[in-house]
């Protein structure tokens, strides 16, 4: 056995002690039990019987997906994720929110694989069990806009960061007191709240929806 | 034949300057535009992280609304101009669902016949970059240029107008903004950032992933040269253009290059004068260089 002053890798410090080159590998194992047999199913119906199943995991998507690199899993392992049904760990992945729906790896599957509205059954399914971190922001934001638009037809931009902000972190509206001004002074966000005139056919419209489900 | 014209929210705010030249633009060349009246949100991409059918059924209201305001075109369909990427791409998957999801139609249906309201597939959604070229045609608009562009673009067409639904362009190299660039005596550039994405509303939620996303683009386009870039989405040109000051604090960058809407650029060939195409809301000035290219 090695004394610890005597490791062979890494820089020297100035006693010339050698740090370890040891990486921490921490391997989660999961058994077969505790994954969600059904959850695959459950997204490709949620995804209207998107063909998951005929994913070849080449790797495509992850390849041509601009935030790939920001996510803790990238779509290739989101997808066998979802079929080996580790439902926790998609849920919680922050692999979900970064997806902006740009839908190149929807153009260029082989498969043919709609991955852009896979991530938004997992976005649906996520915000209706309200899986995501306190104060973060991309699920908040699509919370606000959507009770914005059932309530007046339209959305306001300058009202909806408000919200956002007000939910997630309040200081952040400092941070766009700026940009809001020189917005309003170029005529570019009013605070008058936008809406459209016949906002009861709109309601009747969602609430003919909502009995359907 | 008159286009039905449907702005969506950010044509109202932040993307007022694109309203405004596109009106300018449409009017010089003589082509009838009518705003659909009362027309609501989309639902852009954050309505259909919470509830996809609802948001099928707010486009099916705006689709529904065009087929019993417009007149049809001589193909039998109601054209329907929407600018905004996200209400062009969201129309469109809408109308695309629609058709091929029986599940679906059958519970926007529902909806729409509880609101008194009916669609029956006759409306086609258009892009404006697809109508000028397209039906107006590139030779009527060179004949209507006044005083060429003479700048150096890096065309950016973002990724919610060429993909996954649009059909009027290649999806992976597009060429439609770069022809009508060229005629309007514009330099089109070649560089590899025409449909990467900005990243959309990141910027104002995952923020530094979302500044780097628009710098990465803006970068690319200086080092090409380009004395500005065209946008055809709203919300590509508000993270483009306002957010410089953040991209360069972040990156230790000096970036300081105009964004302007297509048919902002458009107007000034057109020799429209600059207020009525918005310029003077933008954030870094365009001032074209020399008149007469």
């Known amino acids: 056995m090695s004394s610890p002053t005597a490791r062979p890798y890494g820089p020297a410090d100035k006693a010339g002690t050698r740090p370890a080159l040891v990486y921490e590998v921490q391997k989660v194992m999961k058994f077969e039990s505790e994954l969600n047999p059904q959850f695959g199913e459950e997204v490709a119906q949620k995804a209207h019987g998107e063909k998951l199943f005929a994913c070849i995991q080449c790797g495509t998507c992850s390849g041509t997906c601009p935030v790939s690199h920001y996510m803790d899993y990238a779509p290739r392992r989101i997808i066998q994720m979802v079929r080996e049904g580790f439902e926790q760990e998609v849920l919680t992945s922050s692999t979900i929110w970064l997806c902006a729906s740009c839908y190149q790896c929807t153009v260029d599957c082989p498969q043919q694989i709609k991955l852009t509205d896979i991530m938004y059954a997992l976005k649906q399914i996520a915000i209706a069990r309200h899986l995501y971190p306190k104060n973060f922001s991309v699920p908040i934001m699509a919370e606000e806009f959507f009770k914005q638009v059932a309530k007046n037809g339209r959305n306001s931009e300058g009202k909806l960061m408000i919200g956002i902000a007000w939910r997630t972190h309040f200081l952040n509206l400092l941070k766009y007191s700026r940009l809001g001004m020189k917005l309003f002074t170029t005529g570019r966000m009013g605070l008058v709240e936008q809406g459209i005139e016949n906002k009861e056919q709109l309601r009747t419209l969602l609430r003919g929806v909502e009995k359907t489900s | ?293």
């Open chain 2, 1 to 293: 034949m008159k286009y039905l014209y449907y702005p969506g929210c950010s044509l109202k705010s932040t993307g007022k300057p694109y309203e405004e030249s596109l009106k300018a633009v449409f009017s010089a060349l003589k082509v009838p535009l009518e705003e659909l009246r009362d027309w609501n949100c989309c639902g852009a991409t954050a309505y259909m992280a919470v509830d996809e059918v609802k948001s099928f059924a707010l486009s099916a209201r705006n689709l529904a609304l065009a087929e019993s305001q417009g007149e049809p075109a001589p193909n039998g369909m109601v054209q329907l101009i929407a600018p905004c990427s996200a209400c062009y791409a969201g129309t469109l998957k809408t109308q695309r669902y629609l058709a091929e999801n029986a599940d679906i139609r059958r519970r926007v249906e529902r909806g729409l016949s509880d609101a008194s309201l009916t669609y029956s597939g006759r409306v086609q959604v258009r892009h404006p970059l697809d109508v000028l070229i397209n039906d107006v045609g590139v030779e009527r608009i060179k004949e209507a240029v006044k005083s060429p562009l003479g700048a150096r673009v890096a065309c950016y067409y973002g990724c919610q107008i060429v993909r996954p639904y649009a059909a009027f362009d290649n999806q992976q190299v597009p060429a439609s903004l770069d022809t009508l660039v060229a005629a309007i005596g514009g330099t089109p550039l070649d560089w590899p950032m025409k449909t990467r994405c900005c990243g959309g509303s990141l910027v104002g939620t995952i923020r530094e992933v979302g500044l780097r996303l628009n710098y990465l683009i803006l970068r690319e386009a200086s080092r090409r040269g380009a004395d500005l870039v065209a946008t055809t989405c709203p919300l590509c040109q508000f993270g483009l253009e306002c957010f410089q000051p953040g991209m360069n604090a972040s990156f230790q960058a000096s970036v300081r290059m105009p964004v302007a809407f297509f048919t902002q650029l458009v107007g000034l060939s057109f020799a429209i004068p600059e207020r009525e195409l918005g310029l003077q809301r933008l954030f870094v000035p365009y001032k074209k260089a020399s008149i007469g290219g």
